[in-house]
Every structure is written in structure tokens, then in C-alpha cells.
């Protein structure tokens, strides 16, 4: 199973892959989870990625193809993946494209997470995440104690590209450059649809549902 997780920032994909990465043997590859890796450890990447991701932009494709593909293609992916965040634009599913042909491997399905505009705001305004990358919602998805982890006890953090103005910038982007991939997906006949709008646990019994029955 090789899989893409598609949606608008705050759609439930990093929420729905810790569900999935359960349920089914995936490596988990979160292009903005390598890069807030990269931006902690204080690298010259993470220091470059940083300027974008607080503006609400895209880190350049040349920096993030790299580092998507080597994933990809590294050992433990062999058996399936699980992207998320990557591809993000046609440049970057050109790539993909390729390099999956190179392997001799093919894309299973990607994985589309509809969540209207008006709700975006709302989800990630109150989005916190702990140190192991467990992701609450302060209303949707609360931990059993307040600003703590049900798992780790680590304290719970807002992550920095979620303050407003961000967050629209970041569906700006969404909107001019990655919802073109939809298109580009359903050509190749491997889109499917989910209403994100549902719970999260309505949501991920309808991926698995799905996913179960792909191969
Ligand atoms: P990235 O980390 O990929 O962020 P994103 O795409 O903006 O998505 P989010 O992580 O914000 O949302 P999500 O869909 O994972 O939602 P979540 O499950 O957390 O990228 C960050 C930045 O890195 C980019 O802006 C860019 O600068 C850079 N970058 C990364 N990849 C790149 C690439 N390939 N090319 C160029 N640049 C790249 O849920 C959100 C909240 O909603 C949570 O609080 C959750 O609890 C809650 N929630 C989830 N599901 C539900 C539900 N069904 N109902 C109610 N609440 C819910
Ligand atoms: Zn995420």
C-alpha cells in the first residue's frame, strides 16, 4: 500500500495518519514533521525552512523533493508508505511520479480530506501538540487533563505558522497550488474523497473501510 494523504491545512491528515500507521503496516513520511524536526535541531535547513513556514509559504521543491524521495525510497518504505504533506505541488507529484516509476512501484491511492475554508480557522486556532507529536484539539479532541498529554505528561504546544494571519496565507497557498493535484489524481484514477467535516473517528472508519479494500 502506498498512500498520499491530501487535504487543506488543518483537515485531519497528521490526526487520520496516526489512526492509519495503526491499523496497517505504513511507513509514515510527514514532510512538515521533518521539517519542524529540522527547525528544533536548529540545522541550516531548518533555519532556511523556517522563513517560509512562519510566512504561511512553501519551502522551495528542490529542497523538499529531496528530502521526500529519499525517504521514499529508503528501506523502511519498502512495504508502503504513508505521505503526508508531500506532494504539494504538480512539481512535486511530477517527481513522485517518477520516481515511483523508477522503482518499479505504484501509488495505491491518494487519499483526499474535504474540510471547508470556514472551519479551517477554527481547528487550528485550537490545535496542541505534545512532544511525541501527539495532536488535541482544545474543543474537538481534548486531553483528559489540561495542557498535558494523555501519553508522554509533556506540556502541550501551539505550533508557530498557527496564529491567523498564518493560517490564511497557508489555505492561499492551498488553494493556488496544491488543490490543482486533485485533478491531476482523478486523471490517473486514483483519487478518493472523504468529508472531513465528520468526526475524527467517522472520518478514519471510512478511510480504513476504504483502504481495506485497495491492494
Ligand atoms: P504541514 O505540517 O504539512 O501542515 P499543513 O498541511 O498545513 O497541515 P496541518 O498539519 O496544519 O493539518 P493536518 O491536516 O495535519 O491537521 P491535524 O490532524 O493536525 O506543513 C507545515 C508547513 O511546512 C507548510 O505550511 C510549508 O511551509 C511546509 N511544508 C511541508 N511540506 C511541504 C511540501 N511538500 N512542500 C513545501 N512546503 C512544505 O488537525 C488539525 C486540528 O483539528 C487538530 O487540533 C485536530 O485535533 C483537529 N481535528 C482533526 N480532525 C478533526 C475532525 N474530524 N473534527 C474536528 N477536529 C479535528
Ligand atoms: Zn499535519
Redesign the pocket.
Given at each position: 500500500l502506498n498512500l498520499i494523504l491530501l487535504?487543506?491545512?488543518?483537515?485531519?491528515?497528521?490526526?487520520?495518519a496516526e489512526r492509519l500507521t495503526q491499523d496497517f503496516p505504513l511507513a509514515y513520511i510527514?514532510?512538515?514533521?521533518m521539517?519542524?524536526a529540522a527547525v528544533a535541531a536548529g540545522t541550516e535547513l531548518g533555519l532556511k525552512?523556517k522563513t517560509?513556514?512562519d510566512a504561511?509559504?512553501?519551502?522551495p521543491?528542490d529542497v523538499?523533493i529531496g528530502m521526500?524521495l529519499e525517504r521514499v525510497e529508503s528501506d523502511d518504505a519498502r512495504d508502503g508508505f504513508l505521505l503526508?504533506?508531500?506532494?504539494?505541488?504538480v512539481a512535486?507529484a511530477d517527481a513522485l511520479e517518477g520516481e515511483m516509476e523508477q522503482l518499479g512501484r505504484k501509488m495505491t491511492a491518494v487519499l483526499l480530506?474535504e474540510v471547508p475554508d470556514e472551519d479551517i480557522v477554527r481547528?487550528?486556532s485550537?490545535?496542541?501538540t505534545s512532544q511525541s507529536g501527539r495532536?488535541?484539539?482544545v474543543e474537538?479532541?481534548p486531553p483528559k487533563h489540561e495542557g498535558r498529554c494523555d501519553i508522554d505528561g509533556s506540556a502541550l504546544l501551539q505550533r508557530d505558522?498557527d496564529k491567523p494571519e498564518v493560517v490564511q496565507a497557508?489555505l492561499d497557498?492551498y488553494h493556488a497550488l496544491t488543490t490543482p493535484l486533485i485533478d491531476y489524481y482523478e486523471d490517473r484514477g486514483l483519487l478518493r474523497r472523504f468529508d472531513?467535516?465528520?468526526?475524527?473517528t467517522e472520518?478514519h472508519d471510512h478511510i480504513r473501510a476504504t483502504v481495506a479494500t485497495l491492494r
Open positions: 487535504g487543506p491545512p488543518g483537515a485531519g491528515k497528521g490526526t487520520q510527514a514532510t512538515g514533521d521539517l519542524r525552512a517560509f513556514m504561511g509559504g512553501l519551502v521543491d523538499m521526500a503526508d504533506g508531500f506532494p504539494r505541488t512535486q480530506i481547528r487550528i485550537g490545535r496542541r495532536i488535541y484539539h474537538f479532541d505558522d497557508r497557498q472531513g467535516t465528520r468526526s475524527p472520518v
